[in-house]
């Protein structure tokens, strides 16, 4: 396992001249049929900034390392049957992913073995999730 990246802290002062230096790299999937028909909703880096993962509304959550951007060199985690509207890593498990899809279901994967670890269902309109810094609570939203 890499050893974290130390983080920075960027002053809001000095965010417009850092943004500017940051390095961009296009996402495109073959598979997609046009430009809107992936409907990117959410994106993630994992805690130690090897892994992004990325939620759409067509049901696709896909792993990828951001150092190959290339589609087919990404993971498909699949197995929820509504679109995805937030995933999180954990923020102390590099490989734990969390995923919360439009009708409520929300599944906790090893992003290693492309496996569920565990699942929660029933959470009515559920649309975003967030871990506490520890690793060991998930809050979920549903919309009111």
């Excluded at 050893?3 to 073959?30: A, M, V």
């Excluded at 046009?34 to 990325?54: C, D, R, V, Y």
């Excluded at 994967?109 to 959470?123: F, H, M, P």
Aim: glycine fraction near 10%.
């Amino acid at each position: 396992m890499a050893p974290p990246r130390q983080r920075q802290s960027i002053r809001k002062e000095g965010f417009s001249t850092h943004l500017g230096t940051l390095r961009t790299q296009n996402y495109h999937d073959p598979s997609s049929r046009g430009a809107s028909s992936h409907g990117l909703k959410t994106i993630a880096w994992n805690p130690i900034g090897t892994l992004i993962a990325a939620g759409a509304s067509d049901r696709t959550l896909r792993v990828w390392n951001p150092d190959r951007p290339n589609v087919r060199y990404s993971t498909e985690l699949k197995g929820h049957t509504a679109g995805i509207e937030k995933v999180a890593f954990n923020p102390v498990k590099d490989a734990e992913l969390c995923s919360v899809s439009s009708d409520g279901v929300v599944k906790f994967w090893d992003v290693r073995t492309k496996a569920v670890i565990n699942e929660i269902k029933g959470l009515g309109d559920a649309f975003t999730l967030a871990w506490a810094p520890d690793g060991e609570t998930l809050v979920v939203g549903n919309k009111v």
